[in-house]
């Protein structure tokens, strides 16, 4: 036969029950519920007729097999009172985080909880401002780290050429300008001024994507994009007899900003090309995949490939791996600035005289 609400001691019940500020439920050996108070009832929104009577699966089915369930019951058993730290109760358009108390009193089990709500919002919500916080920092953290390479650049690079060119413009000073000697001093003048152009041009193109990085997406088809990209490198594709397979089944299409997306892609396309190797014929495979909602490309080739040790270099500012053919060594840091910018991230892999596959998670 099940206790009677009138079995508990009264003092007890005036005590730690009916004055408790926060919810409170006592349930006897069979979990079924033999009294709720006035918090509780105001809490929940519950009537003490549909409690009282009722085995606790019965109001929270959810909680049958729980470790929770068994919890409660070894409280009875032992007497050895038991605490959590949040729990969730759902109700009709309201939920509820409360810390909660089992412990025995008398034959019965008694719950305790405290409303811990606002709480536990108040600490998500300072959760999301420290993400926040940790996001801007990390952008501080790689704009600064911009500016050193800007930095390093101006001092060094930039610094260089005109080194020489004040030395070489002394020596033409000092020179017969109709001496056999002032000729070469001349072209040498012209190619240190070239560089210094260059340069200053690659740095006012890199500028001008920096600057004009936008928001503004739109859904692009894979295959269009690429064949935009093919068709401006055409002349050296067909003069190449390049190979390119294409694979986009998995992922056909990516919410990006269309300028930035053709020059990430213009920019390994000429890589490729640039750097094909000698002794054999120029394949280029481009596959796309769809991984936790998010687009990832693959862009593989088969040509001279760099040492995988110095991978981490590769995407600096004016860093080049090969020096046989013309480059400033931009175009990579460009597509790194890109897809950092946008939250992406882009790995490489790569063997001497066999091959580069850059992996880009959108």
Known sequence: MKSSKAEINNDLKGVFFENAYSPFVI???????????????????????????????DIFPYLEGTDRFYSYKNVIETGISIGFDELLFQGENVEYRFMSRAFKIGDYLGVSTLDVTKVIGSKEKLKKKQAL????????????????????????????????????LGMVIESNPNSDEFKPIVEKMQLVAKVMCDKIRAL???????????????????????????????????KGRTIIKEDFSSCTKIDYNSFQLESILHHLMSNALKYRHPGRKLSIKIVTKKINGKMQLSFKDNGIGFDQNLAYKIFRLFKRMHTHVEGLGIGLYIIHSIINENGGKINVKSQVNKGTEFIIQF
């Open 204 to 238: 006012n193109e890199v500028i001008a994507i920096k600057s004009n990085f936008s928001d503004n997406k739109e859904e692009l088809v894979i295959s269009e994009v690429i064949g935009n990209i093919k068709l401006s490198h055409s002349e050296e594709i067909i």
């Open 27 to 57: 349930l006897n050996r069979d979990m079924d519920f033999v009294d709720i108070n006035q918090a509780a009832v105001a809490t929940l929104g519950v009537h003490k007729e549909n409690f009282i009577g009722k085995n606790i699966l």
């Open 133 to 168: 916080l940790t996001e801007v920092n990390e952008n501080l953290k790689r704009k600064n780290q911009e500016l050193e390479d800007f930095s390093y650049v101006a001092s060094h690079d930039l610094r260089a050429p005109l080194t020489n060119l004040n030395s070489l």
